[in-house]
C-alpha cells in the first residue's frame, strides 16, 4: 500500500508563488502516473497537473497552463507542484494522486483513474 504524504500548503498573497511537494512511502514514483487534484470549499474535485509515468509527458488544466509546473525528483522520490501568479480561485486543499504504470492521455484528468491519495494540503490565496 503505498502512502502518499503533502506538503507545502499554506498562505499566500496574490500574484504569489508556492511549492507543494508529494512524498511516497514506497514504490519508485517513476513507475507510476501522478497527478494533482484539487478542491475548494463547496466545490467538486478538479485535476490539476498530472505527469505519465517512466518520463512521459505532462498534461495541465486549462486554467493552470503556463503558471504551474509539474515535476518529479526521482533520487528523492517526491513529487512537486510549482505554483506561481497564484489567484484567489486557486484557494482549495491540494491532493496528490497515483496510479502504478500508464494512463492513456484522455484519462489522465480523471480522478476515478488514480488509486492512490494523499490527505491534501490546503492553499489558501488571499490578501
Known amino acids: 500500500q503505498v502512502q502518499l504524504v503533502e506538503s507545502g500548503g499554506g498562505l499566500v498573497q496574490p500574484g504569489g508563488s508556492l511549492r507543494l511537494s508529494c512524498s511516497a512511502s514506497?514504490?519508485?514514483?517513476?513507475?507510476?502516473?501522478m497527478g494533482w487534484f484539487r478542491q475548494a470549499p463547496g466545490k467538486e474535485r478538479e485535476f490539476v497537473a498530472a505527469?505519465?509515468?517512466?518520463?512521459?509527458?505532462?498534461n495541465y488544466a486549462d486554467s493552470v497552463k503556463g503558471r504551474f509546473t509539474i515535476s518529479r525528483d526521482n533520487a528523492k522520490n517526491t513529487l512537486h507542484l510549482q505554483m506561481t501568479s497564484l489567484h484567489r480561485d486557486d484557494t482549495a486543499t491540494y491532493y496528490c494522486?497515483?496510479?502504478?504504470?500508464?494512463?492513456?492521455?484522455?484519462?489522465?484528468?480523471?480522478?476515478?483513474?488514480?488509486?492512490?491519495w494523499g490527505q491534501g494540503t490546503r492553499v489558501t490565496v488571499s490578501s
Open positions: 505527469s505519465r509515468h517512466r518520463g512521459g509527458t505532462t
Open positions: 514506497e514504490g519508485t514514483l517513476r513507475d507510476f502516473t
Open positions: 494522486a497515483a496510479r502504478e504504470g500508464a494512463i492513456i492521455l484522455s484519462q489522465l484528468q480523471n480522478s476515478g483513474m488514480y488509486n492512490y
